[in-house]
C-alpha cells in the first residue's frame, strides 16, 4: 500500500452536515436505511457503506439522491451491529478491524435486503452500488449473485477480488486518477482481466485529478475545480443504473 500508516484514505474529503430524507428500519437481523421516490416504482438499489457504516451522512446523501431519480434506495447495516471505522481509532489496528468485516461475506445480509425489497416494497429489478470497502462488496456480488441485475463499484479496492472479473451482471466501475490506496497500475489491470473473462456489458472510467472518495466525500463549494468530475460520476452512474434497470 502506499502508505502503510494508513491504510485506507476513507477518511479524505468532508463528512456532511446531513440529516437524510429516508427513515431507519429493522430488517430482519440488520438495520437498514430507506429512502422511496415520490413515485411509485419496482426499481430499487442497494447501497453498499464504506468502512464509516450505514449511518454516514455522506452514503446516506448518496441514497436519497437515487430516490430522487426514481429508485428505492435501502443502504443495510452490512457491519450487522458491529461499529464502523472512527477517525478517532488507531490505523496500526485497522487491518485487525477489517478482518472481521469481509466484504465477501455479506450474502447473508443482501438476501434479507432483497426478500425486505421485494416483499415490502414491490420492487422487481434491483441493482447495487457501493463505495470502497462497499465497491468491493458489489464486485463480489457481482460474480455471483443471480438476484441482482447490475452493479456500481465506486473506488472498490480492487485487491479483495482482483482475480475474479467473470461478471454475471453489467457492471461499471469508477476510479479517481489520484488515489493512493488504487494505484492506475491496478486499475489497468483489472481491465485488462475483464477483457479476457468477462462475457457481460462493463466499464471502467478514470476521472481527471479526483482522489479517493471524490463522489461522496467531497463538498462541491469547497472544492469547485472538482465540481464538474464530481457531477459527472454522479451521472454517468445514474445513467448506467436507468440503461440496466
Keep these: 500500500m502506499a502508505n502503510e500508516s494508513r491504510p485506507c484514505p476513507c477518511d479524505i474529503g468532508d463528512r456532511f452536515d446531513y440529516g437524510g430524507r429516508g427513515q431507519e428500519v429493522q430488517v430482519e437481523h440488520i438495520k437498514a436505511y430507506v429512502c422511496k421516490p415520490p413515485a411509485s416504482t419496482d426499481k430499487a438499489v442497494i447501497v ?25 434506495a435501502i443502504c443495510p447495516d452490512f457491519f ?15 487491518n485487525d478491524w477489517l478482518k472481521t468485516r469481509n466484504a465477501g461475506k455479506i450474502d447473508k445480509e443482501v438476501d434479507v435486503t ?17 463505495f470502497c470497502w462497499g465497491g468491493a462488496a458489489v464486485q463480489h456480488l457481482m460474480l455471483k449473485n443471480p438476484h441482482l441485475r447490475t452493479g456500481v463499484s465506486l473506488y472498490g479496492v ?59 466525500r467531497k463538498r462541491e463549494d469547497v472544492n469547485p475545480q472538482d ?8 451521472k454517468d452512474m445514474i445513467n448506467w443504473l436507468n440503461k440496466y434497470l
Design 158 to 216: 480492487i485487491k479483495f477480488f482482483e482475480d475474479r472479473c467473470s461478471l454475471l451482471h453489467p457492471t461499471f466501475f469508477i476510479f479517481p486518477e489520484k488515489d493512493d490506496h488504487i494505484p492506475l497500475e491496478q486499475v489497468t489491470l483489472l481491465e485488462q482481466k475483464l477483457k479476457q473473462n468477462c462475457k457481460v456489458d462493463y466499464k471502467v472510467k478514470i476521472y481527471p485529478g479526483q482522489t479517493h472518495g471524490f463522489v461522496h
Design 227 to 234: 465540481k464538474p468530475y464530481i457531477e459527472e460520476a454522479r
Design 114 to 130: 432483497l426478500k425486505y425489497l421485494s416483499e415490502q416494497c414491490g420492487a422487481k429489478k434491483i441493482g447495487v452500488i457501493g
Design 80 to 94: 450487522v451491529g458491529q461499529e464502523a471505522w472512527k477517525l478517532s481509532n488507531d490505523w496500526a489496528s485497522f
Design 48 to 72: 453498499i457503506h464504506d468502512i464509516f457504516g450505514w449511518q454516514l451522512p455522506n452514503t446516506r446523501y448518496m441514497a436519497d439522491m437515487l430516490a430522487t431519480n426514481g429508485y428505492i
